[in-house]
């Protein structure tokens, strides 16, 4: 069940797109955290991190039936 939205370029975007790039987010923003020195600026990293990631979940969720998450380590490294 793919989400038909389309890239730029005409191709389109699916439900694995989406979820590639949340992880891929949250992977960015977890190595930015290492990088900043500000603390609230670390904070308000992890906190997106953690959005990106919620929501990533709660796609795989509704694609599972609810029934758990593939393991996730190979993503975020």
Sequence with gaps: MDCDRSK???TVFGIDDW???LWDQAATCRKLVEQADDPLVK???LAL???CEEIADNIEDHLTGGEGHAPRGSRLS
Excluded: H, I, K, R
Aim: glycine content about 8%.
């Design 49 to 51: 991190a953690s959005v």
């Design 43 to 45: 904070t308000e990293l």
């Design 8 to 10: 730029p370029n005409g």
């Design 19 to 21: 979820l590639n790039y």
